[in-house]
């Protein structure tokens, strides 16, 4: 019955409400990331308000989003916007083996909030909710299902649950040891979240070598700068800073 219930509420959540980062998509990408933050800086928020590193991140980029949308005379929506996160379902003796092996969950970015505690708390909630719930599991087997379905099918399937979310957000743990190509050190590390339908914006977190690595991917037409969007993060994680001293 909970796998069930689980599908239902998938199948039933709303679209998610028009914004600047959602519109009819063009030909052209555009990418932008910050300087590296060190991963210190985001544990210790964590450790104070009893948060996880994940929650802390989503959070300062929910607020990133926000002030970018204040910015340029847009008005948050009251019930936030949602980002669909990857799960990772792979069990971990199975690591080294090839293919994607991975669910969805939407995860609710409150850039409605003002408070950035208040936002954080909102984010964590959230968290929470999803680690308990068997919505990745449920994901997986649908996704799975539609791959085995005709075209004809896919389509409509994939436009639905994409009009659901208005970004793909992931964070990705990276080596916390430096790398090395041919004797020289790797100094930063980015990739780019790939998007499908309708959603034209990538959020890509990473950690290595004790830095955390903020990037953005949004469709030209939509955000034509996003380096006005990822110039907000770190800020985002400085008033958390300021407000938990």
Not at 47 to 64: R, S, W
């Amino acid at each position: 019955m909970a796998t069930v219930s689980e599908l239902a509420t998938a199948i039933t959540l709303p679209d998610d409400p028009h914004t600047v980062f959602r519109g009819p998509l063009g030909v052209s990408k555009r990418v932008a990331w910050c300087d590296p933050i060190p991963l210190e800086l985001v544990k210790a928020v964590g450790k104070v308000l009893d948060c996880t590193v994940n929650d802390v991140l989503m959070a300062c980029a929910a607020g990133a989003l926000r002030q970018y949308m204040l910015d340029i005379g847009e008005t948050p929506p009251e019930i936030g916007i949602r980002a669909t996160v990857p799960v990772n379902l792979r069990p971990l003796e199975h690591a080294k083996k090839l293919g994607n092996h991975f669910g969805l969950v939407f995860l609710d970015l409150p850039v409605h909030e003002a408070n950035p505690i208040a936002r954080l708390f909102a984010v964590r909630a959230c968290m929470q909710k999803l680690k308990s719930s068997r919505q990745a599991m449920v994901s997986f087997g649908l996704l799975a299902a539609l791959g085995l379905g005709p075209a004809v099918v896919q389509r409509p399937a994939l436009e639905m649950f994409s009009r659901k979310a208005t970004a793909v957000a992931t964070n990705v743990p990276g080596p916390p040891v430096p790398l090395y190509l041919a004797g020289l050190k790797i100094t930063d590390q980015m990739f780019w979240v790939p998007q499908t339908g309708s959603v034209g914006m990538g959020l890509s977190i990473l950690s290595y070598n004790g830095m955390v690595h903020f990037g953005l991917i949004v469709d030209k037409k939509n955000v034509p700068l996003p380096n006005l969007i990822v110039q907000r993060f770190k800020p985002e994680l400085e008033k958390l800073l300021m407000l938990t001293l």
